[in-house]
T-cell receptor, first 115, second 112 residues
Framework: EPEVTQTPSHQVTQMGQEVILRCVPISNHLYFYWYRQILGQKVEFLVSFYNNEISEKSEIFDDQFSVERPDGSNFTLKIRSTKLEDSAMYFC?????????????FGEGSRLTVL | GENVEQHPSTLSVQEGDSAVIKCTYSDSASNYFPWYKQELGKGPQLIIDIRSNVGEKKDQRIAVTLNKTAKHFSLHITETQPEDSAVYFCAASIRGNEKLTFGTGTRLTIIP
């Protein structure tokens, strides 16, 4: 069964450091997303990406965040200068289409711990 | 923006009994309401969804109902089994998978 894969599964970093989280969406999917979940809290939308550009972003997704699809398979989330409050589980997701029967598939997440 | 409230936060049910989880949303423009199941150490997995032109949808032991007037929707699991134990999230959006707003989650425990 096709799946969304994320690396690393867990990253520990010092405050102020840059972090790149990587995702390989399902191969025929066209829409890509990042969500995050702070421990014990709800899953929050960060950004959606289609046709090599951001289609929607939340207030959380400020100038410290960026996304990129550097090749035909990877989809990355970069946090330029991490803050303590960036500690969370980051989920990548992808779908064939935005609406209709386009089920959203999530990866297993990358846990980011900022010290 | 959209706000989704979910209740209860925890729910324990005897195996074989039914479980009901309820969500309310604030934005009347929302028209897509998926439910996700999250098992320990895994990402959320879609289990059922409903669109605003439908009042009820069923898939085997799982059903979802939507009341647009009251702006609430519910997940019903019948004949619960131990493998139903997980955290369940409701969500809402104005446009499909774009910018889903999630509820706070319900930890469902099925007691054998």
């Amino acid at each position: 069964e096709p799946e969304v894969t994320q690396t690393p599964s867990h990253q520990v970093t010092q405050m102020g450091q840059e972090v790149i989280l990587r995702c390989v969406p399902i191969s025929n999917h066209l829409y890509f997303y990042w969500y995050r979940q702070i421990l014990g809290q709800k899953v929050e939308f960060l950004v959606s990406f289609y046709n090599n550009e951001i289609s929607e972003k939340s207030e959380i997704f400020d100038d410290q965040f960026s996304v990129e699809r550097p090749d035909g398979s990877n989809f990355t989330l970069k946090i330029r200068s991490t803050k303590l409050e960036d500690s969370a589980m980051y989920f990548c997701a992808s779908s064939v289409r935005e609406e209709g029967s386009g089920e959203l598939f999530f990866g297993e997440g990358s846990r980011l711990t900022v010290l | 923006g959209e706000n989704v409230e979910q209740h209860p936060s925890t729910l324990s049910v005897q195996e074989g009994d039914s479980a009901v989880i309820k969500c309310t949303y604030s934005d009347s423009a929302s028209n897509y309401f998926p439910w996700y199941k999250q098992e320990l150490g895994k990402g959320p997995q879609l289990i059922i969804d409903i669109r605003s032109n439908v009042g009820e949808k069923k898939d085997q032991r799982i059903a979802v109902t939507l009341n647009k007037t009251a702006k609430h929707f519910s997940l019903h699991i019948t004949e619960t089994q131990p493998e139903d134990s997980a955290v369940y999230f409701c969500a809402a959006s104005i446009r499909g998978n774009e910018k889903l707003t999630f509820g706070t989650g319900t930890r469902l425990t099925i007691i054998p």
